[in-house]
């Protein structure tokens, strides 16, 4: 069975004020139970202060956000130029859209029994 996308609207600055055809929107792909302990172990890691653990959170990240962020809409970099999925947010996006289009990714990704099973 495939995923169906779903579309989030992140919570950053004002985005959500704005009028819908003005906000900066996702179609967004649930994470698998593995790719939300990977990025949870690496985490961990580098809250320990490894700094190997930094360039694999980096890996990490960027494939999720790669594999899991569909589409991005109304969304651009400091250039003004279209950013128009995940790997081109990560590349080249704000770190709060990268924060908050996980947070987004972590919230369609976590069920009231627990983790999607893969």
């Known amino acids: 069975m495939e995923d169906t996308a779903v579309e989030f609207v992140p919570d950053i ?17 649930p994470m698998t ?3 939300l302990r990977s990025y949870q172990r690496v985490m961990l890691n580098v809250k320990a ?5 930094y ?9 999720i956000m790669t594999d899991r962020v569909v589409t991005v809409h109304n969304y ?3 250039k003004g130029v279209a950013i128009s999925d995940g790997e081109q ?3 080249r996006g704000e770190p709060a859209m990268i ?7 972590t919230e369609i990704s976590v069920l009231k029994e627990g983790l999607r099973k893969k």
């Open 49 to 53: 202060g490894s700094k190997i653990a």
């Open 55 to 63: 360039a694999k959170a980096e890996k990490v990240v960027r494939s």
């Open 99 to 105: 924060d908050a289009l996980y947070a987004g990714l």
């Open 76 to 78: 651009s970099d400091i």
């Open 33 to 35: 139970g593995q790719e």
């Open 13 to 29: 600055e004002d985005n959500r004020d704005k009028p819908e055809s003005d906000q900066v929107w996702a179609e967004i792909l």
């Open 89 to 91: 947010v990560y590349d």
